[in-house]
């Protein structure tokens, strides 16, 4: 089983809208979560953090729920420079150099 | 201010071929890693190193040797390139900072095929 599940997508939405993205992951030991987003044929690069109360950025929410072990991000407003794969990542409590990355979701806005 | 650097960007290899993929930071952290990412797969961390003078496996370390030369550079190196190698190798640095300030910084990566 994937330490980390994701729904490849693609998403498709207009400009404006609201979309949403969940990602699971196995182990229960995951102690940091976090967002990132990697453009096409570019490197990953940090979204947000993820923490235990949820956090908002702008545009951007991210939740935890540790009982079901899933994670969402939501993203309002949708502009086209947010088309991009969405990575989500985990980090297990006993060895935070060991990071367990989603194989991505991928989001296409459309004017 | 480079942050992380990587060369070469593309690289063509035969099965047996053996290369050393190179990555440099300035951003002065003490933690570096490599890992491969293939279309489905996610990135999947191949070794990393937490400080100068220690390396560790990761989750694929089979076929792949490193190398913290300082704690500016750690080379990822192929001894006998396969075709299961073909991939896009990422070199990252971060801060041992503990878990909530920890963030990674990527290179822009090397795109490698193996024939």
């Known amino acids: 089983r994937k330490e980390v599940e994701q729904d490849p997508g693609p998403f498709n939405v207009p400009e404006g809208a609201t979309v949403a993205f969940n990602c699971t992951y196995s182990?229960?030991?995951?102690?940091?979560f976090f967002w990132y987003r990697q453009d096409c044929r570019k490197e990953p690069k940090l979204l947000m953090s993820v923490y235990s109360s949820g956090n908002e950025d702008g545009r951007f929410t991210a939740q935890l729920n540790r009982a079901s072990q899933y994670i969402s991000l939501l993203i309002r407003d949708s502009k086209l420079s947010d088309s991009a794969t969405y990575l989500c990542?985990?980090?297990?409590?006993?060895?935070?150099?060991?990071?367990?990355f989603g194989s991505g979701t991928k989001l296409n806005v459309k004017p | 201010n480079a942050g992380v650097t990587q060369t070469p960007k593309f690289q063509v290899l035969k099965t047996g071929q053996s290369m050393t993929l190179q990555c440099a930071q300035d951003?002065?952290?003490?933690?570096m890693y490599w890992y491969r990412q293939d279309p489905g797969m996610g990135l999947r961390l191949i070794y990393y190193?937490?400080?100068?003078?220690?390396?560790d496996k990761g989750e694929v370390p089979n076929g792949y040797n490193v190398s913290r030369l300082n704690k500016r550079e750690f080379s990822l190196r192929l001894e006998s390139a396969a075709p299961s190698q073909t991939s896009v190798y990422f070199c990252?640095?971060?801060?041992?900072?503990?878990?909530?300030?920890?963030?990674?910084?990527f290179g822009p990566g090397t795109r490698l095929t193996v024939t």
């Open positions: 990542v985990v980090l297990h409590k006993d060895n935070f150099n060991k990071f367990y």
């Open positions: 190193s937490a400080s100068e003078g220690t390396t």
């Open positions: 182990n229960s030991a995951s102690q940091s």
């Open positions: 951003m002065n952290h003490n933690s």
């Open positions: 990252a640095t971060g801060l041992a900072g503990g878990p909530k300030f920890y963030e990674q910084y």
